[in-house]
């Protein structure tokens, strides 16, 4: 049996170092690329909660805006309420300076001095000069009286729109102070959202840069992988050619031996010489007998 040249030990050797080195390098690769995809996976994550951290805090903000917009429309539905409440509380201070001023006591103590002029003129037997007169009083005080109930008409009306522009002013104050307060609220909703954008922006180079070395590390473990593939392959070949040229080998010597034999059988057959049973076989199997 033939033993490999020295060409084909020299190529089985390099090519077994090979294998070796390019298996620890598809691996070395492989590994690196783990821990990037690790990184980026990681960094992913953060930007994802951060952004959902934003979506949130938008919402929230928002939402605040909302309430704000309505307590602005509140507020406005009021100052509309406002406008003819002021136009009739001028009309009626303007009305009021133009009554009559009010003197010679209550309504009651008018009342009641009509009442005594006219008791006067019914009891009292009276020239038609006095009658006259007292019926000139009357008239004078139903007159005062008149303007005095009229005046009380509107004093009271002026109290109930004050009252009213009070109230309407507590209520505007009220939502003016909500609305500052939602305002201020929504501003550091704002800001707190701009700081987490400017946080996950800050994230995607990082995320984008370990996807980036994941990517040329996969291609190089790829690349490594496929040439470790190459010399297994190329190994394998090798071997296979030595053990197909062993073959051939022995075969050409089996072949060698059983025509020596078949000849060396021949001549003791032509020499009338006995021949062995192994021989015997050889002959028959070449069909020389």
Known sequence: MSTPTKEQLQILQDLEAQIVELKDRFQSFREEAKVWAEKRDTLNA????VWEEVKDLKSRRDELNDTIKKLKEERTSLHTKVAPKREELEALKKKMDELPERRGGSARSIAKRINELDWEIQTNPLSPAEEKELIGRIKFLEERMLAWKEAEAVKSRLLE??????????TANDIHEKIM???EQS????????AKIKEA??????ADEAHK????????ADEAYKDYLEAVARLKAVKL?????REDEEKRRIE????????????????KRKITLDEYKILKSEGLI
């Not at 729109?161 to 507590?170: E, M, P, T």
């Not at 070395?213 to 190089?220: A, E, H, K, N, V």
């Not at 060698?256 to 020499?271: H, V």
């Open 213 to 220: 070395q994941f990517s040329s590390l996969r291609g190089q």
């Open 256 to 271: 060698a031996a059983i025509t020596a034999t078949s000849e060396e059988a021949m001549r003791k057959l032509k020499e």
């Open 46 to 49: 953060q930007s994802k909660k």
């Open 241 to 245: 050619q030595i053990r197909q040229e």
């Open 187 to 194: 501003q550091e909703l704002h800001e707190k959202m701009l």
């Open 181 to 183: 307060g939602l305002a």
């Open 161 to 170: 729109l004050r009252a009213d522009f009070g109230s309407l002013k507590i």
């Open 201 to 206: 922006e800050a994230i995607k180079p990082e």
